[in-house]
């Protein structure tokens, strides 16, 4: 009898949930623990009944009986519940998943967060890039939100985490609510963002908060809710934009990126409306893109480029969490103006105490803490270059300081972002190898650049140089693949709209050129040793 009626909760339980009714865990465990407490009263009736004579040793026994008959129907529920159904995953790049909003003090009812949620959702469905989708997860997915307040979040960090891989949102929207004793309610936007879609920002990685947004009137204020909902919006679609203008640059369209920053920095736009991405973020990226922008530009073009970007740099607050990187982004600035052009650094073209200056800065960068390691590595890079520049100009001899540079960041382990960082390393480690007359490490590193690296214009650069140094190798079928291997990324840059016809037909002609001659030269070398 103690067994059926163990088995009767728990057994009703299951046969619920397989019907399609799948029970939150709160309400599962309030009904267990209600059955648990009648169960009780039903097994001390028993031995009461049944076993008061018996001796102690009998009516434990029968207690340790009942609590097993119990305890194994409970852990049979547990082990044939049916798993929760899956959360439905959006396809977008750009897609924003709204969990719902947190109340502080308990007020407002979860019911009018839950509608707020959806209205919001709704309202967001147009402010996004067109590659996304907005969706409200409010009742399927329940994250413990009160965490945003608290100085530790690991639950709520690894929650979110595991919710945006199974739902591939990019964006995680939430928030939370207080309301005064005067009725004045205050929303304080909470967001996620995907570490792997920020890997040059990672000041916006995972929950942030924005800066709080009053309403004077409480929620039955339709025209209250109206603003609030309009204000959210507006700050979700500027960050929703910054991460679109962010792909837009390391995607090589940096006119494109800087239209974008353009319009997030319109000093015309409402106060406000950019509180979640930090308006010295705007200005360092803005610069970044202006550079990039720079490298495909005549001399004229090129130079007013790299100073609106140096001013960039320069209004930004150097206390700021950007404040540092934008230190490191000036010297990389001032290297591209010493540079003088796209020629590269060969002698005679470059500012040679500007290189010198911009050396000793970036040592000095590469032990700076307040950088982090992605800075540092970024420093360390950034150094390779500037010494890999200063020895191809014969303003210095190579003292052996831009292989230990290369060697440094390379070994640094594997974080977010560094992936593009280590690839230009290891090309730098390429030339600097080519200049020693060491062949085997150069074709080693450039290797290792072609396989980290992501950009379709450098690869296709770093394939031309496997080509070039297997065929003054004679080594005819490296030097062939490796040829097609370039033109193939050329014409993939083309099409993309990253580089120009009148550039892969140059290239092409080159490669051609140089294939067709070391076919000829490696041929007599090969019938002469006959």
Known sequence: MLGLFAACVPGALLVVEKSGSALSPVPLVLVILAALAGYLVAVRAVIRDRFGPSPRRARLLVWAVAAGLFLGSVAVLFAFRPPPPPLTRMSGVRDVAVVGFAAHDGRPDKRVLTDVAADFTHAMAGRIPTAGAVRDYTGEVSLPLT?????????LEHATSRFADESDAEIVVSGLVTTDPAGQTTLRPAVYVRADQVPDAPELASWFLGAPILMARGWESAQGRAQLRTELTRQVGALAQFMDALDTWRNGRPARAVRILNGLLDPTRPSGTDSLVPLDLLRLFHGHAAEAQALGEPAGGRQKLLLQARTDYLTIDSDSAAGRRA??????????????????CKPGTVNGRELADVSRALRGLTQDRRLGELGRLRATVNLAQVEQCRITARL????????????????VPDITGSTEIRALAASIG???????NDATSAIRYIRLAIANGQDLQQ???????????????????TGRSATQ???????AAERAGRTSAQLHQQYERAFTMELSQAEKRCGAVGQKTR
């Open 327 to 344: 230190a490191l982004s000036l010297q990389y600035n001032a290297y591209l103006r010493a540079k003088g052009g796209p020629q590269g």
């Open 485 to 491: 291997d370039a033109l193939a990324q050329l014409a």
């Open 430 to 436: 390429a030339v600097n190898a080519q200049g020693r």
């Open 147 to 155: 965490q945003l307040e608290d100085g530790h979040r690991d639950a």
């Open 459 to 477: 690869r296709a650069v770093w394939h031309g140089l496997l080509a070039s140094w297997s065929l003054a190798r004679c080594d005819l079928r």
């Open 396 to 411: 210095s001899k190579d003292n052996g300081a831009v292989e230990r540079a290369v060697a440094t960041a390379l070994k």
